[in-house]
């Protein structure tokens, strides 16, 4: 019985089995790296937006604040008839 193969189909099959896969872990090795830096960019970019989203609003408070303390002339600031301090202040203990 004669073999299908020739000693040079022989010689030849193992290194086109071995730069497949050289060349599929490549490109699979690629493709994860480029999947990875995809999620990371779109994993930044929402934290970012979320971030922006609380400061805002923070910053934009602190802003009226500062005008409302500067508009009453600074940090303590005099009762009037449209402004009272509050009947029920902070008790310790």
């Known amino acids: ?48 937006k979320i971030a922006l989203g609380q400061a805002r609003p923070a910053y934009l408070r602190d802003v009226i604040y500062r005008k409302w303390s500067a508009s009453h002339g600074g940090t303590y600031v005099e009762t009037g008839e449209d402004l009272q301090p509050n009947p029920y202040p902070y008790k310790s203990g």
């Not at 004669?2 to 000693?7: D, E, K, P, R, V």
């Not at 490109?27 to 830096?37: A, G, K, P």
């Open 1 to 48: 019985m004669q073999s299908n193969y020739t000693a040079a189909s022989e010689g030849r099959k193992p290194f086109q089995v071995k730069t497949f896969i050289l060349i599929s872990s490549v490109v699979w090795t690629i493709l994860l790296l480029l999947t990875l830096s995809i999620s990371l960019y779109v994993q930044k970019r929402e934290s970012l």
